[in-house]
């Protein structure tokens, strides 16, 4: 069973020393500049029975974060052996969990601009459990598009989410699973997660600029493309091509390759998952919950999919 009163690893100016407690015992400063300013980052790390998973690659993306964010913080190195140490406290070794942290500028009294460097940045970290979407990678899940309001450092992994917070209620008050940001007649991103398109075989997205998060299953899934020589075009899906695209999904740390079957009500191909999100969600699953012959698994997809895209193997859903 999991601890009622979770263990979380904190550091602040009352606290220079990270060290793990009680999540009840944590105490944030209402200066804290991430409570006044959102002023930090953070990174959703995904652990696969008690396996973190691409944790280079979340570490990389910290550090450049920090580093457009100008915050110098020198205990991004200790992350792992910590996340693992919560999932363990926590019991979180048997199932799915997500590890969350965040950074702050730390706690000064109210300015815009930067405290002296002498503030010590604020660390935050804990360890959730988290239920698959299996229902929803199995049968596909309905999107709206919404104008992209947020700015143009979409690829900070910045606190301040709030744009993609009022986007994201928009959709579930449409009853759909999440919304897709359009900006300059161009698909950017989902509210948590990227988008990408299939048409006549070739996977499009939009390219990696300052008007997206640069997503770590993204940058999987461009890789699993490489591997299986599906062809891949990082022009952007314009809105007005959304009706014409053959197959849509979502891509995440929580969502994985998520099938999309509607936008805006209408209907994506023939309404349900498709081969290449198929093939690639499986390639995925060999990925994330790697069997001792998972690579000879992919380079089976690879000959499979490569004679029969439309074929049996490619359309039974992979079992998540
Ligand atoms: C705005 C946004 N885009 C894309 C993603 C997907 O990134 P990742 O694959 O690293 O989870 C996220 C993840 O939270 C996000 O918040």
Redesign the pocket.
């Known amino acids: 069973m999991r601890p009622p009163d979770p263990w979380v690893y904190f550091q602040s100016a009352d606290q220079p020393k990270r060290a793990v407690l009680r999540k009840s015992k944590v105490r944030v400063s209402p200066n804290d500049r991430g409570f006044m300013f959102a002023d930090g980052v953070y990174e959703?790390i995904?652990s696969y029975q008690g396996r973190l998973f691409l944790v280079p690659?979340?570490l990389a993306?910290l550090r450049r974060s920090l580093r457009s964010a100008r915050i110098q913080y020198a205990g991004v190195r200790e992350i792992p052996a910590e996340a693992r140490e919560l999932l363990r406290r926590n019991n979180l070794l048997d199932c799915d969990a997500t590890v969350y942290l965040h950074i702050t500028r730390g706690v000064y009294p109210r300015r815009h601009a930067f405290p002296p460097r002498s503030v010590l940045p604020t660390f935050y970290m804990e360890a959730n459990r988290f239920e698959p979407y299996r229902n929803e990678l199995t049968r596909g899940v309905r999107v709206i598009t919404v104008p992209d309001f947020r700015w143009s450092r979409?690829d900070i992994?910045s606190l301040a989410?709030l744009g993609?917070v009022l986007a994201r209620q928009e959709a579930v008050d449409k009853g759909a699973f999440e919304a897709i940001f359009v900006r300059d007649g161009l698909v950017t991103?989902?509210?948590?997660?990227?988008v990408f398109g299939v048409r006549n075989g070739r996977l499009v997205t939009h390219p990696r600029c300052g008007s997206?998060?640069?997503?770590?299953?993204?940058?999987?899934i461009i890789r699993l493309c490489r591997r299986l020589r599906i062809p891949l075009d990082e022009s952007g899906i314009r809105q007005d091509g959304l009706r014409s695209m053959d197959e849509l999904f979502l891509?995440?740390?929580?969502v994985e390759v998520m099938p999309i079957v509607r936008v805006d009500g209408r209907r994506v191909g023939t309404g349900k998952p498709g081969p290449t999100t198929l093939r690639l969600q499986r390639a995925f699953l060999a990925e994330s919950r790697p069997r001792p012959k998972s690579r000879h698994r992919i380079s089976t997809l690879r000959r499979k999919g490569t004679k029969n895209e439309h074929g049996q193997a490619a359309k039974s859903a992979p079992n998540w």
């Open positions: 959703v995904r690659e979340h993306r979409c992994k989410l993609n991103e989902g509210t948590h997660t990227n997206i998060l640069g997503g770590i299953t993204r940058e999987l891509a995440g740390t929580t």
